[in-house]
């Protein structure tokens, strides 16, 4: 029974439970600021490393996100510029500001657009006017939905010893 219950263990892999969750804030102390905007709606954009914009895309939910462009990641928008920028989907070539979410290697993230809602996906990023030259928004400002989903892995570590207790003569 010892040997089966080290070979299940041995066997397991542990997919980290979060959910990947974004929302509009001013203050993201303990996630990844994807992008900024110069508001909430008809609003310019910049990337998340820039500082100009209060109003900012927080992704938390994740352990070890970030908005880095390497590893594990996926690009969410593409901006004009480092700030005060159009946007265009990630799918566009015209703009060279990507805007990313990444995670650490084993997991996996996923943008989509989608018009109405972001069904299938974890969280809405927030909305674009039209697929390029366009202005950003929170999700409801515009019916072009920036969608992603994001799975991270956690490895585990386990310890088996065999402490073995002597009696002797009782």
Do not use: W
């Not at 820039?50 to 900012?56: A, F, G, H, I, L």
């Amino acid at each position: 029974t010892i040997f089966s219950l080290i070979f299940l263990i041995l066997c397991m892999q542990t997919t980290y439970a979060g959910t990947l969750s974004c929302s509009v804030t001013t203050s993201c102390p303990t996630g990844a600021i994807v992008y900024r905007m110069s508001s909430t709606t008809n609003a310019h954009g910049e990337l998340g490393t820039q500082s100009n914009y209060t109003d900012m895309i927080c992704c938390t939910g994740i352990t070890g996100i970030s908005n880095s462009c390497s590893g594990t990641f996926a690009t969410a928008l593409k901006f004009s510029s480092t700030s005060n920028a159009h946007a265009e989907k990630n799918s566009f070539s015209n703009y060279t500001g990507n805007a990313c979410i990444s995670i650490p290697t084993g997991g996996s993230v996923s943008i989509g657009y989608q018009t109405t809602n972001c069904a299938g996906y974890d969280t809405t990023l927030g909305s674009i006017e039209s697929d390029s030259n366009s202005h950003v928004g929170v999700a409801s400002a515009y019916t072009n939905k920036i969608c992603a989903t994001a799975v991270g892995t956690q490895s585990i570590t386990f310890s088996i010893s065999d402490n073995t207790i002597g009696f002797g003569n009782l």
